[in-house]
């Protein structure tokens, strides 16, 4: 096999760096796009082979630039900060890592949920502040236990969640274009509904559906409106599929009751916007995936298909429609 050159695009402090030393394959040099001055980063890449990203957005002018590029590897599902057109015209293949950060993501949801339903961050200012607020939150206060968890998409991630919540003792509703086998439903004792009968029924709201066209502002206020007034909302998905402004008129009425928001319409959210004003709104950076756990796990899946795709031809998990390695001198 050749010796082929692998690009990670995203920052890599010294941890990630160490991880990635550890499962670098053999036959194949690893660089680091944010380790390179500009005279580097232009002399490397027409030399690069693979590209490894998580949210880097790779463009149509690094694209033309890599012109040894054979295949585009994510660290994640998502896509959005791909040039895809650019990459179809190409020729480039990209792929992705399906189920590397599920388990993060999970429990991140969870801590949100915990979270909103307990008041934790109205506690811990409160003390921190001098003060004792033993019973100050308690009649607003509520546990998982008893409650219903709704989902709208009910794959892998939205599984994961189930899993973990249902040792808490919620009750699983959900909807997908594409009903769950029987096995599934009865492993999670989840009841399949209508997606407004998911809305009005659930305590518990969240997403977990691809960001795609047909999907943009999927919750939006004729939806909002179906929700109980103490329902609360978990997004860890994608932003575009709650509608911001809509949500946040929902927040401020007493629509509904809170909302704690990771992924954002458009990000990174690089100002104060009226959302982070509210007091039931926990807001976070699209740090659901972040644990050093999932980069490990997904950086070895990534790599694993990098090798696969130099040996075989014939990588998995591939999204555009070039399927095979790009094929270069």
């Given amino acids: 096999m050749k010796e082929r050159n692998i690009l990670y695009?995203?920052?890599?402090?010294?941890?990630?760096?160490?991880?990635?030393?550890k499962v670098k394959p053999e036959g194949f040099n690893l660089?680091?796009?944010d380790k390179m001055t500009e005279e580097e980063r232009e002399e490397k890449l027409p030399q690069v082979h693979y590209t490894i990203n998580t949210t880097f957005r790779i463009k149509r002018e690094l694209m033309e630039k890599a012109t040894s590029l054979r295949m585009i590897q994510r660290t994640g599902v998502g896509i959005n900060n791909i040039d895809m057109d650019c990459a179809n015209e190409l020729n480039i293949p990209v792929a992705i890592v399906p189920r590397g950060n599920g388990v993060a993501v999970a429990e991140f949801e969870i801590l949100q949920m915990l979270?909103?339903?307990r008041n934790l961050r109205e506690l811990e200012a409160d003390t921190k502040a001098g003060l004792w607020p033993n019973f100050k939150?308690?009649?607003?206060s509520y546990e998982l236990d008893g409650k219903t968890l709704g989902f709208i998409g009910f794959g892998y991630i939205a599984r994961e969640v189930a899993r973990r919540a249902l040792a808490f003792g919620v009750k699983v509703i959900y909807f997908d274009l594409v009903r769950a086998p029987e096995e599934v439903e009865k492993e999670f004792n989840a009841t399949y509904m209508s997606k407004?009968?998911?809305?009005?029924n659930c305590d518990i709201f969240c997403i977990m559906v691809p960001l795609v066209p047909e999907n943009r502002n999927m919750i939006a206020m004729n939806e909002l409106k179906l929700m109980k007034k103490n329902a609360i909302i978990c997004n860890c998905d994608r932003g575009y599929l709650i509608n911001e402004d809509d949500l946040y008129t929902a927040l401020t009425t007493g629509m509904i009751a809170g909302a704690a928001i990771d992924t954002w319409a458009d990000e990174p959210v690089d100002r104060v916007i009226p959302m982070f004003q509210l007091k039931n709104v926990i807001a976070t950076p699209h740090a659901s995936p972040g644990t050093i756990d999932t980069f490990r796990k997904c950086v070895t899946q990534a790599l694993d298909n990098i090798v696969r795709a130099e040996s075989t031809g014939d990588p998995i998990d591939i999204r555009g429609t070039a399927k095979k390695p790009r094929e270069v001198d």
């Fill in 31 to 33: 660089w680091y796009w």
């Fill in 196 to 200: 407004e009968d998911v809305l009005r």
């Fill in 115 to 117: 979270a909103l339903l």
């Fill in 137 to 140: 939150y308690r009649d607003v």
């Fill in 9 to 21: 695009m995203d920052k890599a402090p010294d941890a990630y760096v160490e991880v990635l030393e």
